[in-house]
């Protein structure tokens, strides 16, 4: 498409065309794709009480309507971070995706969404050193025993304490190989209980400064064995889950998420373009992903990630379908009413991920396709947990409701 045609917009455009995934086995009708957004609305398991604080959360019907209201006919939604263990991160409202409970909890959402005809895929998740040990009940781990940051303390005091520590004097603890072994189990357990739960397939999470990232990052990555130093050593751990995971439930039920540019929760790389094309290059050569997912570059971050990455290196993702080969690339965090137009046409990517939009506007794949206004969304009521969970979560309304108020 010439940079003077003006891109198709609205039905026209190939955002409305077919798009397949897992490896040939899943066809979208569009490619529009709802993000993972933690939205901290799980339930606690037990009920909470001041003695016993609540470290299990599963999803509810609540959060099965939520999924439903934006399921569109041949439509991707991918979940929120699903914790893989209860040391992954045990955030207040964040379900996990390891015991019994919970995966009847995820039942109720994979129902829902398959009974629209929407595709859904657990993006599963260990948070790794950003884990708090005093919602966990354990010591974070990483990568190394870099912590997360070395001028902000706990947002909480220590148990049995009365004030906050610095970060740096409770670092977290560097994953031996016994607990590298432990940590892929984890994930093993997880996706096959995804799988169980009804799920299409599954995401892992290898972006935003979490456990999977923290090995691929030099700047947290320290460690002298077959695990740190070089890219490739650097993604061993990283490939070594996907692949795993891969022969459990097969490869073409894996898709990764990754942020080459993401600087969140304090990533720092020496050389981003050999890290995450080293990692591109070794996953294709598993062959079958389903689909590779990208978090785009920050205008706003730029001075912390651009001397990494190679000052006037390209930002698209030419650099990762050398590696990744026929593999779908998505992309998120750029998108919205007017800036996707043209993103699949021009080849840059396969297919869109919005996020916060999918939040106020739960028909948002129909308002793109009709030209109608979007509903903006409020990001004080982004996040739980809260008394009244369906506020700013199941309350909002159609356009074709809000018209007809």
């Keep these: 498409m010439s940079s003077l045609t003006p891109a198709p917009r609205g039905g026209s455009s190939a955002l409305f065309t077919p798009l397949t995934i897992a490896n040939g086995k899943t066809t979208l009708n569009h490619r529009i794709i709802m993000a993972p957004m933690t939205r901290n609305r799980g339930i606690p398991l037990p009920p909470s009480d001041p003695s016993t604080p609540t470290r299990i959360w599963i999803p509810d019907s609540l959060i099965a309507t939520y999924y439903s209201q934006r399921t569109t006919p041949g439509g991707l939604q991918i979940t929120e971070s699903a ?66 940051s070395t001028d902000e303390k706990y947002p909480y005091p220590p148990p049995g304490e009365s004030s906050r520590v610095m970060l740096k004097e409770i670092p977290p603890l560097e994953l031996s190989e016994e607990g590298l072994k432990n940590t892929i189990a984890d994930f093993l357990t997880a996706a096959k209980n995804a799988m169980e739960a009804g799920f299409d397939g599954v995401e892992l999470h290898a972006g935003n400064g979490y456990l999977l990232e923290q090995f691929l990052a030099s700047g947290v990555n320290k460690r002298t064995d077959k695990y740190g130093g070089s890219a490739e050593n650097r993604c061993r751990f990283v490939v070594e889950v996907v692949e795993e995971v891969g022969k459990a439930i097969g490869i073409e039920n894996v898709a990764v998420r990754m942020s080459p540019w993401g600087v969140y929760n304090d990533i720092q790389d020496d050389d981003r373009f050999e890290t995450w094309g080293t990692l591109c290059r070794a996953l294709g050569k598993l062959g079958g992903l389903s689909y590779v997912h990208f978090v785009e570059a920050r205008e706003d971050e730029k001075p912390l990630w651009e001397k990494s990455w190679g000052e006037g290196r390209e930002l698209g993702f030419e650099w990762a379908r050398e590696g990744l080969g026929s593999v779908p690339v998505f992309s998120a965090g750029v998108w919205d009413a007017d800036s996707v137009w043209g993103a699949v046409e021009t080849g840059k990517v396969d297919a869109c991920v919005f996020a916060r939009w999918f939040v106020s506007n739960l028909d948002l794949v129909e308002r793109l396709k009709l030209g109608k206004e979007l509903t903006m969304y409020n990001r004080a009521k982004f996040y739980g947990p809260t008394s009244k969970r369906e506020v700013g979560y199941t309350d909002y309304l159609t356009w074709g409701e809000s018209a007809g108020k």
Excluded at 99 to 122: D, N, R
Aim: proline share 11%; aromatic share 8%.
């Design 83 to 148: 914790l893989v263990s209860p040391s992954a991160g045990a955030m207040p409202g964040v379900p996990g995706l390891w015991l019994p409970e919970q995966i009847e909890g995820w039942k109720l959402v994979t129902s829902a969404v398959h009974k629209k005809g929407g595709t859904i895929y657990a993006q599963l998740c260990h948070h790794g050193r950003v884990a708090l040990p005093q919602f966990t009940g354990l010591p974070a781990v990483s990568a190394s025993a870099t912590p997360w």
